[in-house]
């Protein structure tokens, strides 16, 4: 069975542009959360979804947004890119709310320049 | 709110040598504790998991036992090999005002030298 995925695996922007990120989660798995690991630190939780909402949300701000598909797939997008958001993004992906564990994709590496 | 706090590293081991990492954690409720390994350059895989107290998980050869008297998820290995060489994170997973959130400590990198 296919694990979590995640596009693109690596990205350069440049400071006040946008970026987009895709994840699709294990097949019947219709949680997705959303991390970001900055070098050298643990996974900062960024957001949740399920079932196509939104059910929580870290202390990011606002140029951080995301949404989950019928599909249960789900991109993270991020306006107005400061240096300080080159990171890896992580995806995780559980069968819905509950105590369930969540398996992480492999990150999608971006580095704003 | 809930917080996770393990050993800093680098810890620098000779292969067979034995491995703690040491993890306490504060939260509310009844969480799930977790070891994650990330190898250089890849994503997180989880590497074993307790989900209520007195519980141990365990995983090619590591171990963790879930104390909630200490509030403790110390991760051990009786003889490490130089394939081990990683970041470990620990983390809990609870559930916050009805949704699922893991929080993580800042990881410990273990370098294994032949």
């Known amino acids: 069975d296919a694990g979590v995925t995640q596009s693109p695996t690596h990205l350069i922007k440049t400071r006040g542009q946008h970026v987009t990120l895709r994840c699709s989660p294990i097949?019947?798995?219709?949680?997705v959360s959303w991390y970001q690991q900055v070098l050298g630190q643990g996974p900062q939780f960024i957001f949740q979804?399920?079932?196509?909402?939104?059910?929580g949300r870290g202390n990011f701000p606002d140029r951080f947004s995301a949404r989950q598909f019928p599909n249960y797939s789900s991109e993270l997008n991020v306006n107005a890119l400061l240096l300080g958001d080159s990171a890896l993004y992580l995806c995780?992906?559980?069968?819905?709310?509950?105590?369930?564990?969540?398996?992480f994709g492999p990150g999608t590496r971006l580095l704003v320049l | 709110g809930d917080s996770v706090t393990q050993m800093e590293g680098p810890v620098t081991l000779s292969e067979e040598a034995f491995l703690t990492i040491n993890c306490t954690y504060t939260?509310?409720?009844?969480?799930?504790l977790f070891w994650y390994v990330q190898y250089p350059g890849e994503g997180l895989q989880l590497l074993l998991k307790?989900?209520?107290?007195?519980d141990k998980g365990s995983n090619k050869g590591f171990e963790a036992t879930y104390r909630k008297e200490t509030t403790s998820f110390h991760l051990e290995k009786g003889s490490v090999q130089v394939s081990d060489s990683a970041v470990y994170f620990c983390?809990?997973?609870?559930?916050?005002?009805?949704?699922?959130?893991?929080?993580f400590g800042t990881g410990t990198k273990l370098q294994v030298i032949p």
């Open positions: 307790a989900t209520k107290a007195d």
């Open positions: 939260a509310t409720g009844y969480p799930s």
């Open positions: 979804y399920y079932e196509k909402e939104e059910r």
């Open positions: 983390a809990l997973e609870g559930l916050a005002g009805g949704y699922q959130k893991v929080t």
């Open positions: 097949s019947g798995h219709k949680s």
């Open positions: 995780a992906s559980s069968l819905g709310q509950g105590k369930e564990t969540q398996y």
